[in-house]
């Protein structure tokens, strides 16, 4: 599926509430009912959730991830007054909302404060200012850090202050397009199987055909050979994990994997020239979500925090541009694998802008200011019958780019898909308990509010609880 093209259209087929027989009938509807709900409206269309193609196991654990993510909607009316949290405060969201469906977070829906959250309350230095360390540290005492080696202006004595700073500087700048072709479609495989799988906002079979065009013809000024320069990047600065990290005496990870480093900054500097002709399409904000993957695994994470956040405005562009237009026959095939493609970028770009506002203060994800209809994104499909350790994801477009394959079986597939489900399980459920025990910080945890926040801290446990008793065939061993 070539996910440049933006003009499919969806069809949706809803379930008639009048019928008892159970038939459902084919309603036309315009695209902005099926990328947005209506108000509190917590379920897609028919054919965007329809999961008779999953395996048993994939089922399951969607099932059940279903089931605590409801639970959470059901915390007592008494306990969602614990603080004073609004949903959304009315002074960020949008003065003019072009369609009914597109659903802002409004004050008084609880149930959606997972999207909004209290920024660095919980952070390191946000803990430092508790009455229990008396002052002994000043505000920002370790996020300054972040921000002085993000300062750019060259006037400044902030090199001359701390050498580190100006030498990591140097690394970041550097420049050059002498990079290998023929390693791109290594470093591409390479990209797929250790960083793709924890931020699966890509289709493998499109990579590839982007990869052997661009081997084949050399790179362009598009968006496709973008894309395939950030996989290269990645490709280049990421590390297979090992339990067991063999430390080289007198040598950082820095000076070891300096080589490494050099090579993938070369491959992002290529893909950075052609930000500016980036389309608004998903495409567009598959290439502005990875650059903030790779400067996150370079250590910039205000640098990353930035693509992340331009990854989610031009999603948001994108959504609301896609739901204006009319509906149209197409194929429910490519509909729904779209469909997947779109809640995944959805939920890795909010996700990934969450974690760092968690910890640095940081303006509220463009992503929050409407409800989203999936609670999480649907696992692609892939064969429920392969033998045990055998791999079983070579596509099409793999075989013919020279037999290459994704490193992982059957087991690890579901395995990274249930790690990937539960990262955005588990960042809702810490959102909740942002807001409803940190939202006010500190200052807020009266004697009369504690009770009400041990009860609320119970519930919480409850529900993690419940996650946990997941029974996921795909961590047995076999």
């Not at 956040?309 to 197409?330: D, F, G, K």
């Not at 729904?336 to 760092?356: A, D, G, M, N, P």
Request: one cysteine or more; aromatic letters at 8%.
């Amino acid at each position: 599926m070539d996910i440049d093209q933006t003009n499919e259209e969806q069809q949706v087929l809803a379930p008639s509430q009048s019928q008892p027989n159970g038939k459902r009938k084919r309603i036309e509807s315009s695209r902005d009912a099926v990328v947005y709900p209506r108000k509190r409206a917590i379920a897609a269309c028919r054919q965007c959730r329809d999961h008779s193609s999953f395996d048993p196991a994939s089922l399951l654990i969607l099932d059940r991830l279903d089931q605590v993510l409801s639970r959470l909607n059901e915390l007592p009316s008494s306990l969602l007054g614990v603080s004073t949290i609004p949903s959304a405060d009315a002074s960020v969201l949008p003065t003019h909302q072009p369609s009914q469906s597109l659903t802002s977070s409004d004050q008084g829906d609880s149930s959606y404060d997972h999207l909004r959250i209290p920024s660095s309350k919980m952070s390191p230095d946000a803990i430092l200012q508790w009455p229990i360390f008396e002052n002994q540290y000043p505000r920002n005492y370790m996020v300054d850090a972040i921000f002085m080696a993000d300062i750019h202006d060259d006037d400044s004595d902030v090199e001359d202050m701390n050498p580190e700073i100006k030498t990591q500087r140097h690394n970041s700048r550097m420049k050059g397009s002498g990079i290998d072709e023929d390693q791109i479609l290594d470093l591409v495989q390479r990209f797929l199987d250790l960083v793709h799988i924890k931020n699966p906002v890509l289709n493998p079979d499109t990579v590839w055909s982007y990869a052997r065009r661009v081997v084949e013809e050399g790179l362009e000024w598009d968006s496709s050979s973008c894309l395939v320069l950030l996989a290269c990047a990645l490709g280049c600065v990421a590390q297979p994990y090992t339990p067991e990290i063999s430390v080289v005496e007198g040598r950082t990870s820095l000076e070891a994997q300096g080589e490494d480093l050099q090579k993938g900054e070369r491959y992002y500097n290529l893909a950075r020239r052609r930000f500016g002709l980036l389309e608004r399409d998903v495409l567009a904000s598959q290439c502005q979500f990875l650059s903030g993957v790779y400067l996150m695994y370079t250590q910039r994470p205000l640098s990353a925090w930035a693509e992340f956040h331009s990854a989610s405005r031009s999603y948001h562009i994108y959504l609301q541009c896609q739901a204006r237009r009319p509906s149209r026959s197409v194929d429910p095939a490519r509909v729904s694998k779209r469909r997947q493609l779109e809640q995944r970028l959805y939920w890795s770009c909010y996700k990934s802008e969450c974690e760092l506002r968690a910890e640095i203060e940081l303006p509220n994800s463009s992503l929050a200011d409407f409800h989203y209809p999936d609670m999480h994104p649907s696992p692609p499909n892939v064969p429920s019958q392969a033998p045990h350790g055998e791999v079983a994801f070579q596509s099409g477009a793999q075989r013919s780019s020279g037999g290459r394959r994704s490193m992982g079986s059957h087991r690890q597939h579901e395995q990274s898909w249930f790690y990937y489900l539960t990262e955005i399980t588990l960042r809702r459920i810490v959102n909740r308990i942002l807001n409803m025990l940190y939202s006010d910080g500190h200052e807020s945890w009266t004697d009369d509010a504690v009770p009400y926040m041990v009860k609320a801290a119970s519930e919480f446990e409850q529900q993690i609880q419940e996650w946990y008793k997941i029974p996921c065939p795909c961590t047995e061993p076999y």
